[in-house]
């Protein structure tokens, strides 16, 4: 079965962009077909982490000038992207009827991968959860500060409320005290499930990773210029256990359209 994997975070600078861009890359190296999908439709990041210069982006299917399709591009064997710009259109500013050609022509798209992996903008705004609700999975990823972790809750909140999805990922990132962080984020998980009436799975807990940001600066993957580093190896085995995790029952890009669920005109 194809899946769709959307990664959120409530608030920005907990790394997501670079854990979904060499998430990608380990996932193309094990021969899956990726699309990673740039869902910051503002402020577009991940042809720069990727290392690509894209030659469209969103905003030019969007015009008309091209099709989705034919705006992906390739990064490397098995690997593809569809960028975004960067403050050329905000993704508030779409239309309804430009909101949903992106849901179905990215629909339309995950026929022709095994995995696409949607890493949204950071935030609570409603172009974030409707994409993040059209989901297979559930990944949020927050550090252990209360103002990072509080904004996961609100995201876990309105999808939960909102959208009936009761089964999240949770990733934790830039850790200085493994410890320490593992004690805050049980109870956080602990306050969550007995909120919410979810389930919360901690698939990843990272310590902070200086060498990230060179990899930054060289416009390459983390994964590919430190292959054999502690970081590297951990972030393979989140990939190896979210594949084992089975997609929720009537999720996927499509439910969208369904009679039961229909967000744009519950807004």
């Known amino acids: 079965m194809k899946k769709v994997i959307s990664y959120s975070s409530g608030k920005g600078g907990v790394g997501k962009t670079s854990l979904v861009a060499n998430m990608g890359v380990l996932w193309s190296q094990q021969g899956k077909k990726v699309l990673v999908v740039d869902g ?120 939960s409320q909102r959208f009936k999805i009761r089964n999240f990922q949770l990733m934790v990132t830039m850790s200085q005290d493994l410890s320490e962080t593992q004690k805050i984020i049980e109870r956080f998980i602990d306050i969550t499930q007995s909120h919410l009436d979810v389930k919360v799975l901690e698939v990843g807990h990272f310590l902070f990773e200086p060498k990230l940001a060179e990899s930054l600066r060289q416009q390459k993957p983390f994964v590919s210029l430190y292959t054999d580093i502690a970081f590297t190896q951990q972030l393979s085995r989140v990939c190896k256990l979210l594949e084992r995790i089975p997609c929720e029952k009537g999720s996927g890009l499509k439910f969208f359209y369904s009679e039961n669920i229909n967000p744009i005109a519950a807004r």
């Open 40 to 159: 910051d439709w503002s402020l577009g990041k991940m042809a720069l982490t990727l290392g690509v210069k894209p030659q469209w982006a969103v905003n030019d299917v969007l015009e008309g000038r091209i099709t989705l399709r034919e705006a992906v591009q390739g990064v490397s064997s098995h690997l593809s992207l569809l960028a975004s710009p960067s403050g050329i259109m905000g993704f508030e500013e779409l239309s309804e009827i430009h909101r949903n050609q992106l849901y179905y022509e990215i629909d339309a798209l995950q026929e022709d991968y095994d995995l696409v992996l949607i890493d949204h903008s950071s935030g609570v705004h409603w172009g974030v959860i409707q994409f993040a609700a059209a989901a297979h999975q559930h990944v949020i990823v927050t550090t252990a500060e209360p103002t990072s972790y509080m904004d996961a809750y609100a995201i876990m909140k309105i999808l």
